[in-house]
């Protein structure tokens, strides 16, 4: 190659890779670019994990069998017990709640099984035998990233799995990347994150961990997404690049 081509074959070839580089995807919840090896986080795994724990701010409705004046968004009365009806009572930030005849109950960090059976214990000084059931309305996990129809959903049951939510969210787009799932939860105001490749069916019963409300689900895009979006707007400059450097070579050589 002759010296006065060399600088500007150069040239070209690093505006070239820095113009490709820009234009590469970015995801959300960016892994590094080298990957470090870290221990399995026991906070996904476990049956005590599934659990929910009632929160600050967690809007609760108590239902007491036959007895509509006690309750807050009772399921047993006629009315729907939902927020439409603004039929709940917020756990305040202290963790109470203020409850008819009994005044504040702390029901924070209580599972829903145990909630009840405290306000069992207060409600059994004023009623015979009462049947009380109680709710959370606002458990809700968020589906982000390569999903057909991403955002919030409510659940309702005490188990729900990876897969159950991916399915509710409409299941992976064509870009998805299945072997780079997220999983992120918070405990204790600090988050933890785990990574489950479902492209494999042995260990299903391990990969599909159990989702708890307040988890983020995370579908990042493969890199493949990068090709197949630019492949129009690429075609020519990248194109009109390669006969650029043909007809440099073809001259000069």
């Not at 959300?28 to 986080?41: E, H, I, N, R, S």
């Not at 609760?60 to 509509?68: G, P, Y």
């Not at 960090?109 to 409600?123: I, K, M, N, Q, S």
């Not at 059994?124 to 999903?147: A, M, Q, S, Y």
């Amino acid at each position: 190659m002759k010296p006065m081509v060399r600088p500007l074959f150069y040239t070209l070839m690093v505006v070239l890779a820095g113009w490709l580089s820009s234009c590469a995807p970015r995801n959300l919840f960016q892994a590094p670019a080298t990957p470090v090896a870290a221990p399995v986080d026991s906070t996904f795994f476990g049956q005590q994990q599934t659990q929910y724990r009632i929160r600050k701010d967690d809007k609760v409705s108590i239902s007491i069998w036959n007895h509509d004046d006690l309750s807050v968004g009772s399921l047993y009365s006629i009315y729907s017990a939902n927020e439409v009806y603004g039929k709940w009572v917020l756990v305040d930030p202290n963790g109470d709640v203020a409850v008819p005849k009994i005044g504040r109950v702390h029901l924070a960090g209580l599972t829903l099984l145990e909630a009840r059976e405290r306000l069992l214990g207060e409600f059994k000084k004023w009623l015979v035998d009462p049947i009380i059931d109680v709710r959370v309305l606002n458990r809700e996990v968020t589906v982000l990233g390569e999903l057909k129809s991403p955002g919030k959903f409510l659940i309702e049951k005490e188990t729900n799995s990876l897969v159950e939510l991916v399915g509710r969210a409409g299941d992976f787009d064509m870009y998805a990347d299945r072997q780079a799932v997220k999983v992120i939860r918070t405990i204790n105001e600090q988050p933890h994150t785990i990574t489950i490749d479902l492209t494999h069916i042995d260990q299903f019963d391990r990969r599909n961990i159990a989702i708890l409300p307040g988890d983020i689900i995370y579908v990042p895009a493969r890199k493949g997404k990068f090709w197949d979006k630019r492949a129009g707007p690429s075609v020519l400059p990248i194109a009109s690049a390669i006969t650029t450097l043909a007809v440099l070579f073809k001259t000069f050589f």
